[in-house]
C-alpha cells in the first residue's frame, strides 16, 4: 500500500490497456487464424466469405454500423465450434505465436506501472480464449474480454454473454473501479482506436498508441499524450520477469468469428507463397 505525505493510504490505481495494436503488433485474433485454419475450424466457403470483413478489419476503417454487422455474421460462423478443440490450438501455439510480436514499448510500460505498484488491466473486445493466455504471458492483473455462450454439448451457441466493445469498456473500467478501489482520475488508459474513447475519457491520464486518424485528431485536440510504439520484441528476452508459465488457456470463448474473418487472409496469403516456392 502507498502512503501520501500524512501517513494515509493513498488511493489503488491502474493502467488499463487495449489489446491489439496496443500491446502486440498484430490482431490477437489474426495471428492465430492461421492455426484455426489448419485445425479444420474454417472451411473454404468461409474463408472466402469473410474476404471483406479481413480487409475492413485490417484496414481499421470500419464505422459503428459495420462492426455491428461484422460481428452478427463472426459470431454466426463460429457456432457449433468445440470449446476443447480452440483452447487446445490455442494453447499449443500461444507462445510461439505472441511472444514474437509484443511492442517493447508497451512491455516497458507494464514493468514501469507494475513498478510504481499499479495494477496492469488488459480490455480488449477480442475474446477471453485469446485474451486470458496473453494476459498472463504479460503479468497482467486482470483482463476484461468478450465472452461468448457455450452450449451443454461444450460447442460455442453463436450467442454472444458479454460484449467488450465501445461504451462497454468504459462501463468495466468503473465497475472494477468500484469494486478494486481504483481512483480513476489517478489512472491511465492506453488504445490505437476511437472506437475506445469512452475508456480514455474514463481515466486521468489517457493515452494514444500508434491512434488510427479519428483518435489521432481527437488526442491533439485533448492534448493527450500520443505514443509511438514500433519495437516488436520476443518477450522473454526482453523481460524475463514479465514471461510467466502460464495457467492452461481458459476458454470462455468470443471474438473467434473475427479469426475466421481474418483467416482468409492468412490462407490465401500462404497459399500464394507455396505456389511462388
Not at 49 to 77: C, K, N, P, T, W
Not at 107 to 115: M, N, P, V
Not at 247 to 255: K, Q
Request: with cysteine; net charge negative; aromatic share 8%.
Amino acid at each position: 500500500m502507498l502512503w501520501g505525505v500524512e501517513n494515509h493510504p493513498l488511493p489503488r490505481t491502474a493502467a488499463f490497456f487495449d489489446l491489439d495494436k496496443t500491446v502486440i503488433a498484430k490482431s490477437s485474433t489474426l495471428t492465430f487464424s492461421k492455426s484455426f485454419y489448419q485445425g479444420g475450424l474454417i472451411n473454404r466457403r468461409g474463408v472466402l466469405r469473410s474476404a471483406y470483413a479481413q480487409f475492413v478489419f485490417l484496414a481499421g476503417g470500419a464505422d459503428h454500423d459495420q462492426i455491428e454487422r461484422m460481428r452478427a455474421y463472426l459470431s454466426a460462423l463460429c457456432r457449433g465450434w468445440n470449446v476443447q478443440q480452440v483452447r487446445e490450438i490455442v494453447a499449443e501455439t500461444l507462445h510461439d505465436i505472441i511472444d514474437p510480436i509484443i511492442y517493447d514499448e508497451a512491455a516497458s510500460l507494464i514493468e514501469e506501472h507494475h513498478t510504481a505498484g499499479r495494477d496492469v488491466v488488459i480490455v480488449s473486445t477480442s475474446g477471453s480464449e485469446v485474451v486470458e493466455p496473453i494476459g498472463e504471458l504479460l503479468g497482467a492483473d486482470r483482463v476484461v474480454a468478450t465472452r461468448m455462450v457455450v452450449g451443454d454439448d461444450g460447442c460455442y451457441t453463436g450467442e454472444i454473454e458479454y460484449y467488450a466493445y465501445g461504451p462497454t469498456k468504459a462501463e468495466a473500467v468503473r465497475e472494477l473501479a468500484a469494486s478494486e478501489g481504483y481512483d480513476l482520475s489517478r489512472c491511465y488508459a492506453y488504445s490505437d482506436s476511437a472506437t475506445d474513447l469512452p475508456m480514455l475519457e474514463s481515466v486521468g491520464r489517457p493515452h494514444a498508441v500508434n491512434p488510427d486518424r479519428a483518435l489521432r485528431r481527437e488526442a491533439l485536440a485533448r492534448g493527450w499524450p500520443i505514443l509511438d510504439f514500433h519495437r516488436p520484441v520476443r518477450l522473454k528476452q526482453r523481460l524475463p520477469a514479465l514471461s510467466v508459465p502460464p495457467r492452461p488457456a481458459l476458454v470462455a470463448a468470443a471474438a473467434i468469428g473475427a479469426a475466421a474473418a481474418t483467416a482468409g487472409l492468412v490462407w490465401y496469403a500462404n497459399r500464394r507463397r507455396a505456389t511462388a516456392v
